[in-house]
């Protein structure tokens, strides 16, 4: 019973069209930013090291480096400021959480590429 009732209203704030990527992928993700009264959208385009969790409460970490500092922002995933996640390029993995980038450096840091062999079911 309180399960249902949980599950009614989160899903009014779920977004329909979530988009397919997977951990090892690279994305653009478009957030919307608020400075004073002006809103614009924002490109944080990296490297997809983690998903967490289900329903309203799914999350995802993009990781990018910007001159020699690494980068991590950790995005919900059905909140209204992530306007759109674009998948770049697909990056083939054997791990659900690549925190193992955090150690590497330069070419390392790069993934190898998949061939996209999976098809997506709609």
């Known amino acids: 019973m309180k399960?249902?009732?949980l599950d009614s209203v989160e899903s009014k704030s779920l977004k329909e069209k979530v988009p397919y990527f997977e951990i090892?992928?690279?994305v653009e993700v478009h957030c919307r930013i608020?400075?004073?009264e002006k809103t614009r959208i924002q490109i944080f385009t990296g490297t997809v090291i983690g998903r967490k969790s289900r329903g309203i409460n799914e999350t995802f970490t993009v990781r990018r480096v910007v001159g020699s500092?690494?980068?991590?922002?950790?995005f919900p995933l059905h909140s209204p400021?992530?306007?759109?996640?674009?998948?770049?390029?697909?990056?083939?993995t054997r791990r659900a959480?690549?925190?193992f980038l955090r150690d590497?450096?330069?070419k390392a840091v790069k993934l190898p590429h998949r061939h996209s062999t999976h098809t997506v079911i709609k």
Do not use: H
């Not at 500092?69 to 950790?74: A, H, L, M």
């Not at 400021?81 to 083939?92: A, E, H, I, L, W």
């Open 3 to 5: 399960t249902q009732l």
């Open 24 to 26: 090892g992928d690279t």
């Open 34 to 36: 608020k400075e004073g």
């Open 69 to 74: 500092e690494g980068v991590e922002r950790i």
């Open 81 to 92: 400021n992530v306007v759109d996640v674009v998948p770049v390029r697909s990056g083939k």
């Open 97 to 99: 959480k690549l925190y």
């Open 104 to 106: 590497r450096v330069g």
